[in-house]
T-cell receptor, first 113, second 113 residues
Framework: EAGVVQSPRYKIIEKKQPVAFWCNPI?????LYWYRQNLGQGPELLIR????????DSQLPKDRFSAERLKGVDSTLKIQPAELGDSAVYLC???????????FGPGTRLTVL | GNSVTQMEGPVTLSEEAFLTINCTYT??????LFWYVQYPGEGLQLLLK?????DKGSNKGFEATYRKETTSFHLEKGSVQVSDSAVYFC????????????FGKGTTLSVSS
């Protein structure tokens, strides 16, 4: 069974540019999470989806971050415009339901110059 | 609020040494507790979990016991191997606060032969 797929694995951009990350969860997993992991820190939740509905986006900086999960499968996380402080690893995770084990993708490492 | 504190690394051990990585937590309600491991170049993987007080999670020779009285979930292994070199994250989830995981900062383990 394929795991959570994320792309790109690495992205380098200049500040003020837009960037987007894509996540394909494990087939059949209804719950999808985006986390951000700063260097030397543990991951922190940005947004959680139950199917196509964002049920917890309280930690998402909505002035520059947006996310969508069309048709309740793949998800895209966007930053526009990016700032230097956005440099981090962006992790996607999925689970069969909101109280089940979360399976993580390899992450996208973003560097903002 | 809900938080996790784990011992800072790096932890450097020789093969077959005993491992302890300390983890304590603060939580409202009754959390579930987890240890995740991140091998170099890979995504986070669930190592073990415990969902109620006095439960012991175990996997691959690793163990951790949910201690409510000391709010701790220390990770132990009797004899580490070089292949155990990785970053270990302690985490909790509290259903009253949604199902997102709250992570500690991670502890890097390096095992030499």
């Amino acid at each position: 069974e394929a795991g959570v797929v994320q792309s790109p694995r690495y992205k380098i951009i200049e500040k003020k540019q837009p960037v987007a990350f894509w996540c394909n969860p494990i087939s059949g997993h209804n719950t999808l999470y985006w986390y951000r992991q700063n260097l030397g820190q543990g991951p922190e939740l940005l947004i959680r989806y139950e199917n196509e509905e964002a049920v917890d986006d309280s930690q998402l900086p909505k002035d520059r971050f947006s996310a969508e999960r069309l048709k309740g499968v793949d998800s895209t996380l966007k930053i526009q415009p990016a700032e230097l402080g956005d440099s981090a690893v962006y992790l996607c995770a999925s689970s069969p339901g909101s109280h089940n084990e979360q399976f993580f993708g390899p992450g996208t490492r973003l560097t903002v110059l | 609020g809900n938080s996790v504190t784990q011992m800072e690394g790096p932890v450097t051990l020789s093969e077959e040494a005993f491992l302890t990585i300390n983890c304590t937590y603060t939580a409202t309600g009754y959390p579930s507790l987890f240890w995740y491991v991140q091998y170099p170049g890979e995504g986070l993987q669930l190592l073990l979990k415990a969902t109620k007080a006095d439960d012991k999670g175990s996997n691959k020779g690793f163990e951790a016991t949910y201690r409510k009285e000391t709010t701790s979930f220390h990770l132990e292994k009797g004899s580490v191997q070089v292949s155990d070199s990785a970053v270990y994250f302690c985490a909790l989830s509290v259903s009253q606060a949604g199902t997102a995981l709250i992570f500690g900062k991670g502890t890097t383990l390096s095992v030499s032969s």
